[in-house]
């Protein structure tokens, strides 16, 4: 495990929760933006500079800008630009945050600093996908009239959030059949017990769905496949943009959609803040510790 300073700057309760892993694990930890958190520790800001003199590793936010190009900071009411952070994060460090802007990574690798989009990791995509399972579930329980045992759910998509989110299904006792495109998916899907539906057949199918659960970041959802839909269908979006329903024919039609993007940081900010510590000593130990 590599010892050094962590500086955290910004970002939502999954890395005020990862600053407290990280302090328990030993590591020197300075963060900014966090004092509308609630914590008694982080009412104050101490400088910038303060923070991230000497680190070894700049933590931001997933995502790590909000809008007009000011660093996500949702729990201060401090403003920081991404020049004055690119301008004061220090040579030879790591920093690691999520979608990252390809301007932004060129300009810190001027400064001889390892950029790493924390989002394009696998093993962060891999154990996220189960607090996102876990927050659907939570959101179907909540959403529909029904007990999940007796309900007949439709995912599409057969990737991480697909397999976890089946499995976790077919333990409440639902019906669960899974849209994918590929045939080695069906034949998987087929051999885990599940319904296979060939993508280009989900028309056939949606009649008979009391939610549609969508994990893929393409439309599949369409105007004539919800035609066919029954109007009391629950449409539930796990997909990153442009997500996979299409929502405006949703609404329109008078279905009943829920476009559930972030899920790790809302439904489990803790279990998400120690899958970015896991993954951080993960890229630091692969890249050698420090310089």
Do not use: H
């Amino acid at each position: 495990m590599n010892r050094g300073k962590y500086a955290i700057i910004g970002g939502d309760m999954r890395n005020l929760y990862l600053a407290e892993l990280l302090k328990k694990d030993y590591q020197y930890v300075e963060i900014y933006g966090f004092e509308k958190s609630g914590r008694p520790w982080c009412t104050k800001n101490p400088s910038l500079d303060f923070v991230l003199d000497e680190a070894l590793a700049v933590i931001g936010g997933i995502p790590l800008l909000s809008d007009k190009n000011f660093v996500s900071m949702p729990l201060s009411k401090e403003k920081v630009t991404i020049e004055e952070l690119i301008e004061k994060v220090p040579e030879k460090s790591y920093f690691i945050a999520g979608k990252i802007p390809e301007s932004v990574a060129k300009d810190l690798s001027q400064k001889n600093v390892k950029v790493y989009d924390i989002l394009e990791r696998e093993e962060m995509a891999v154990l996220n996908a189960v607090p996102t399972a876990e927050g659907a579930i939570s959101i179907l329980l909540q959403e529909l009239p029904k007990t999940l045992k007796d309900s007949t759910i439709l995912i599409a998509g057969y990737g991480r959030i697909g397999k976890i989110l089946s499995k976790m299904l077919k333990g409440f006792g639902a019906d669960v059949w899974i849209a994918a495109r590929k045939y080695s998916d069906l034949a998987w899907i087929e051999a885990q017990g599940f319904k296979p539906v060939p993508m280009s057949q989900i028309d056939r199918y949606v009649s008979d769905m009391d939610a549609i659960v969508n994990t893929v970041p393409v439309t599949i959802i369409t105007k004539d496949i919800l035609d066919k839909t029954r109007k009391d269908c629950y449409l539930l979006d796990l997909a990153s943009a442009p997500g996979g329903i299409d929502f405006k024919a949703a609404n329109k039609a008078g279905f009943k959609v829920n476009w559930a993007l972030g899920l790790p940081g809302k439904m489990a900010p803790l279990t998400a803040g120690d899958i970015i510590r896991r993954t951080i000593y993960n890229i630091i130990e692969e890249s050698g510790g420090r310089y």
